[in-house]
């Protein structure tokens, strides 16, 4: 026998791993995306959009199938008991998964644009090192992580463009509507 575990062995590791994973990484995203501000306020509604912005209920669609295909790749590696780089790969999606769910804080909380595309910056970084990682123990997982690295590329761009055509809306708000006092 050389194998340390049967293929219906392995394919139930990934299973279980995958029924905690999954829904983790997808409440996690879902979190972020709740408590990390709004895309309808008053400040991201008075920025200049790029053209390559896409429409908002794209990202409503995109996002937890990105979410989805992160936790079943992480399934694949966690499951890899004994494989070289297991660890190393774990850790590094860890970081970049806590990039990840930082960004929408930092960009439509704090209406740091500048900080924000600091942070995807570094995080396209830690996730090129993670897809390159997960190759190593899981080719399939790495393939699986491919779809959120281009979109978060393509988010890195939008971010710039943000920055671009609003110079000036680095945590600026806008002006609040005129008010008139009388005292009596």
């Not at 910056?121 to 897809?131: F, K, M, R, S």
Request: proline share 7%.
């Amino acid at each position: 026998m050389t194998a340390l575990a049967s293929p219906g062995q392995l394919r139930a590791s990934i299973l279980r791993w995958a029924l905690f994973t999954v829904p983790l990484v997808m409440l996690l995203g879902f979190l972020s995306g709740m408590l990390g501000g709004d895309p309808n306020s008053n400040w991201f509604q008075s920025l200049v959009k790029p053209e390559l912005f896409p429409a908002p209920a794209l990202f409503g669609i995109v996002w937890p199938i990105l979410f989805f295909l992160m936790g079943l790749a992480l399934a694949f590696i966690c499951a890899a008991w004994g494989a070289r780089g297991r660890t190393a790969a774990i850790l590094a999606f860890a970081v970049q998964f806590v990039l990840v769910l930082a960004w929408t804080p930092v960009f439509f909380t704090a209406h740091e644009i500048k900080a924000a595309l600091i942070v995807i910056g570094v995080l396209d970084v830690l996730a090129i090192i993670t897809v390159a990682l997960f190759w190593r123990v899981r080719k399939l997982a790495a393939v699986l992580m491919l779809p959120y690295l281009a979109w978060i590329l393509f988010a890195t761009l939008l971010n710039w463009h943000f920055l671009v055509l609003n110079p000036e809306a680095n945590t600026a708000e806008p002006a609040p509507e005129a008010v008139q006092r009388i005292e009596l």
